[in-house]
């Protein structure tokens, strides 16, 4: 209760009638167990947060996007506890009608400008990712841990190739009252789409 979320209608740019509509909210404390034969892994509502990820999509054939967010705990310099996470997604849609780009910090979002990665990561997934925002308020750095690949090809019907990257994030971020908050160690995804379909 009470966490803000983003929401974004984007039109296309060569076709106006085609859409891309979604709904983002993170940083939502999990507790529970996952059970896989003899393994079991509890997740704790301290340390593991969740995301909802709502959408209605009328989109071209093909596009490309990228996509990512994280969460984690961080205390300021009175020991206090807070929550921050970031979503940023961008290459869906006419971004100039505004860009899905945000940090959550305790339940509030703070709007940043459009992301972008200082390297196009294709074939060299596994190297470290660098991303900038335009306003400078999003300065972070990913370490690749794993890449999530997922392949379909159904030729000329559809294709999908995902690549979701894993990693550690570390750099800073600025909230809207110019609060610079330092990141450490966040383990977080972006992934990079080419879809037709």
Not at 29 to 45: A, H, M, Q, R, V
Not at 52 to 73: E, M
Not at 76 to 91: L, P
Not at 97 to 108: I, Q
Request: glycine share 10%; hydrophobic share 30%; net charge negative.
């Amino acid at each position: 209760p009470g966490l803000e979320n983003i929401t974004t209608v984007l039109p296309f740019d060569e076709d106006k009638t085609r859409y891309f509509m979604t709904t983002k909210q993170f940083c939502m404390p999990c507790g529970g167990t996952i059970k896989w034969g003899d393994y079991k892994y509890e997740f704790s509502k301290e340390n593991a947060f969740c995301a909802l990820d709502w959408g209605r999509v009328n989109t071209p054939y093909q596009l490309v996007w990228y996509w990512g967010n994280g969460a984690q705990k961080i205390k300021d310099e009175d020991g206090s506890e807070h929550t921050v996470g970031f979503e940023i997604t961008w290459g869906i849609g006419d971004e100039s009608y505004g860009t899905e780009t945000c940090l959550f910090y305790d339940g509030k979002v703070h709007k940043i400008g459009a992301v972008d990665v200082e390297k196009f990561p294709k074939d060299r997934y596994m190297e470290q990712w660098k991303f900038v925002s335009e306003d400078g308020r999003f300065n972070l750095t990913m370490k690749p841990t794993f890449n999530n690949h997922s392949d379909l090809d159904l030729k000329v019907i559809a294709r999908m190739n995902c690549h979701q990257i894993y990693g550690i994030w570390n750099g800073d971020v600025t909230l809207d009252d110019g609060t610079k908050l330092e990141i450490k160690d966040m383990f977080a995804f972006c992934e990079y789409v080419e879809n037709r379909w």
